[in-house]
């Protein structure tokens, strides 16, 4: 089970945000981006190529009970931190198969619904920092669970003149899991809060870069259950599939870091580095993923994601599998 004292011992270390309601962080009142939504063509090595969107939101729950709480706790002027901001979110990623599929389906990916607590790090007016806590269910939202169902879809595939590997993405997969993420966000320079990429120069008006560009570390923890409230039983693996072992996932996933990057630049907006590995085997399967995001300033236009990902993980179907990936997408942002 994981561990959570090294959380405890964070939090009761962290003051920056002691004072703070989570009714103070306005980004975060109402239904906003949780992940980032992109809509786009990805390329994969072990599969055929789709249109790839993913929708990812988040939504505060029982906002003013935990401020309420936590003021009872503490007083109206040092609130207490005891009680998190609570959150539903969801992250739904599908793939679109046209022209390389029969009727160019529309297949599930990822559904990845969750709850959780957000003890915030940093007071309202600052780079985001955070550590959240919680329970989510990821699955790929298929039921194909049985030696007669998955033949079933072999054959409706090669009837219609697809491949019989297709028929994989019918296949069920699913997990319950207790989420553990802290991310950590800073300017390079000191005494600044946020990161804007440019200021106002007092005398002349001229907007001036901000340098050398600001940075954050996030680091994500996972622990598959056996037997969740939401899944039930896990949906790692079926003697059907024939394959050489029962692959676990807790061995390709549970363990991850990423590095991002905002240069001193309008043209390039975000740059990323994640590494992700499983706690049941670390290190043995190792994923690699980077992105960088392309600003054009034009509000007609907007940003482009480039991304390459090398390791596992790609699809929840055949996450055991090792294969290169390569993708572009539009994001689609949140209102302001």
Known sequence: ???????????????????????????????????????????????????????????????????????????DAQPSSLLPCVFLSFTGRFGQYIGTRDSSPVMGKQFNPGIFGRYWLSEPDEEESYIDIGLYHESNGQSVNTQAGYASRVADA??????????????????????????????????????????????NQSPLLKKPGCFAVTADVRYFLQNGPLQGEAEDYYAFEMQSQAYRR??????????EYIPPTEKISHMAF??????????????????????????DLPPLVIWYQEGYNSDLVDYYNYNRIIGIAIEITSFD
Request: proline share 2%; net charge neutral.
């Open 274 to 299: 994640s590494y992700r590995t499983g706690y049941g085997k670390p290190f043995n399967y190792s994923t690699f993923r980077f992105e960088a995001t392309f600003n054009f300033n034009d509000d």
């Open 1 to 75: 089970m994981l561990r959570v004292s090294w959380i405890l011992l964070i939090l009761s270390f962290s003051t920056s945000a002691l004072g703070a309601q989570c009714g103070d962080y306005r980004g975060h009142r109402g239904l906003t981006s949780y992940e980032a939504n992109l809509l786009g063509y990805t390329v994969e090595s072990s599969d055929d190529n789709y249109m790839d969107f993913r929708l990812s939101l988040k939504y505060p729950l029982l906002r003013s009970v935990s401020d309420s709480l936590n003021r009872s706790f503490g007083s």
């Open 250 to 259: 807790k061995d390709y996933d549970g363990l991850a870091l990423t590095l």
């Open 158 to 203: 090669l009837a219609k003149g697809d491949s019989a590997g297709s028929a994989r993405d019918y296949i069920s997969r699913g997990w319950d899991y207790i989420g553990v993420t802290s991310k950590y966000s800073a300017h390079w320079q000191d005494g600044v809060a946020r990161c804007p990429l440019k200021e106002i120069a007092q005398n």
